[in-house]
């Protein structure tokens, strides 16, 4: 079982729509990321987050440390938000990070 | 913040050939980590890139396989040795510490 678990895998969403992707993780982290990757395989960082809720524009991250959970929104999605979304987590005590598979996301016009 | 130059974008290679990629950090960082994204699949550790050192593999990934070099705290390569198609992946080099940063990516595609 993977240690970083997302859903949904895939999604779909008429522009304008607000999304929510999930993110649950197993282990103890020090930080949670949200990464978005484009076509071409980059990847920037998104959020980074230890506790509580973070806010960049039309995009907000929450984090619950005792559940171990984590999500991000889209406010007024836009076609230009279509991209892979990947939570990332660092466990306690370590330097790199671990992956989710990712949650593809297409926002149709 | 870091910004990495990652280069090649990517490549198509003949299998039993090697690729070299390369990462230019504009900063100095300690450490710098190599991952693989397989198609479909998240991303996986394949080293941690330390200067003065030699990288540290994960359990799957061998020197031999993947030759690490760091001559300098701006610079690492990672060299895909003797590929396989099964080496078609994306390879990404990233910088951490509070944040994550990650260069551009290499999409290879062994023939």
């Known amino acids: 079982k993977n240690e970083v678990e997302q859903s949904p895998q895939n999604l779909t969403a008429q522009e304008g729509e607000f999304i929510t992707i999930n993110c649950s993780y197993s282990?103890?982290?020090?930080?949670l990321h949200w990464l978005q990757q484009h076509p071409g395989g980059g990847i920037v960082s998104l959020f980074m987050?230890?506790?509580g809720k973070k806010k960049h524009g039309r995009l907000i991250a929450t984090i619950n440390i005792q559940e171990k959970h984590s999500s991000l929104h889209i406010t007024a999605s836009h076609p230009r938000d279509s991209a892979v979304y990947i939570c990332?987590?660092?466990?306690?005590?370590?330097?790199?990070?671990?992956f989710g598979t990712g949650t593809r996301l297409t926002v149709i016009p | 913040s870091a910004v990495i130059s990652q280069k090649p974008s990517r490549d198509i290679c003949q299998r039993g050939t090697s690729l070299t990629i390369q990462c230019q950090v504009d900063?100095?960082?300690?450490?710098m980590f190599w991952y693989r994204q397989q198609p479909g699949q998240s991303l996986t550790l394949i080293a941690t890139?330390?200067?003065?050192?030699?990288?540290?593999?994960e359990s799957g990934f061998v020197i031999d396989k993947f030759p690490i070099s760091r001559p300098n705290l701006t610079f690492s390569t990672l060299t895909v040795s003797n590929m396989s198609p099964e080496d078609s992946s994306i390879y990404l080099c990233?910088?951490?510490?509070?944040?994550?940063?990650f260069g551009q990516g290499t999409r290879l595609t062994v023939v």
């Open positions: 990233s910088v951490g510490g509070d944040s994550a940063f």
């Open positions: 282990v103890g982290i020090s930080a």
């Open positions: 987050l230890s506790s």
């Open positions: 990332a987590v660092r466990r306690t005590g370590a330097n790199n990070l671990f």
């Open positions: 900063s100095q960082v300690t450490m």
């Open positions: 890139a330390n200067q003065g050192s030699e990288a540290t593999y």
